[in-house]
């Protein structure tokens, strides 16, 4: 088995180097996909000492891979672009910025190996790890969004919106993904649902930021993310 981690990167030079350590200490055959969107913070230059230090390190168990978008395009347009480079069994999606811990890679990759799921989904809210307290209308906002989901999919998720989403990888191939920005996570749910793939849920730790710390969702993002749960459900 090995897995493709997806890493899209925008603007995260203060946690990009850590967040790629800790994906590097998962002892798993992997290869790691970064997918630099546009940085203005000095992203792109760390990536690239980054993948000059992986290429001296040979490391077969860590192959890092760096792909530069020419502007932001968004975390559906980086995912996008990095699977045409992917050559694993399994692929994740891991954000840059340290709120999501690979330490439960294998916590959820269990449903898939033991051949129970196609589609397994992380959830912040039930169950797992640590948790930091951080914004309750964001947890509010979640809540709605993911019932309002779960009425147009008929699924029973608690945590739409989370980062840690992971996939067969015939299965994220089959779906043709169109969301350049954040409408990424409701159309690949509203778009697995249709396909009636198995799906599990597994809980996860969250170490969330404060927008002094460098989080990037507002109010925006929940309005984008209602438009496209109804566009991808009337029309796929």
């Not at 897995?3 to 790629?20: F, H, M, R």
């Not at 190996?113 to 992380?122: E, I, K, P, W």
């Not at 947890?139 to 147009?152: D, H, I, P």
């Not at 969330?208 to 796929?236: M, P, S």
Request: hydrophobic share 40%; glycine share 6%; charged share 25%.
């Amino acid at each position: 088995m090995k897995l493709s981690v997806l890493i899209p990167v925008y603007n995260e030079v203060n946690t990009l180097e850590e967040a790629i350590r800790r994906v590097r200490n998962v002892r798993l055959p992997k290869e790691i996909i970064v997918v630099e969107d546009g940085s203005t913070d000095g992203s792109r230059d760390l990536l690239k000492r980054l993948a000059a230090d992986a290429r001296a390190a040979d490391d077969p168990l860590n192959e890092l891979k760096v792909l530069f978008q020419a502007q932001n395009q968004g975390k559906g347009a980086a995912v996008r672009s990095a699977l045409s480079r992917v050559t694993g069994d399994i692929v994740i999606v891991q954000d840059a910025d340290l709120e999501y811990d690979p330490q439960d890679y294998m916590r959820l990759l269990e449903p898939i190996l033991s051949g129970q799921a196609d589609v397994v989904y992380g959830t912040r809210f039930y169950g797992g790890g640590p948790h930091r307290v951080l914004f309750f209308w964001h947890y509010l906002g979640n809540q709605f969004l993911t019932l309002f989901s779960n009425v147009l999919t008929n699924l029973n998720l608690t945590d739409m919106e989370v980062g840690y989403k992971v996939f067969k990888t015939e299965v994220l191939k089959e779906i043709e993904i169109k969301s350049n920005r954040f409408g990424f996570e409701p159309e690949i749910t509203v778009k697995v649902a249709k396909r009636k793939w198995r799906v599990y849920e597994v809980p996860i730790s969250y170490h969330g930021r404060t927008y002094a710390e460098g989080k990037k969702i507002t109010w925006k993002d929940g309005l984008v993310t209602l438009y496209a749960l109804v566009r991808f459900w009337l029309k796929d």
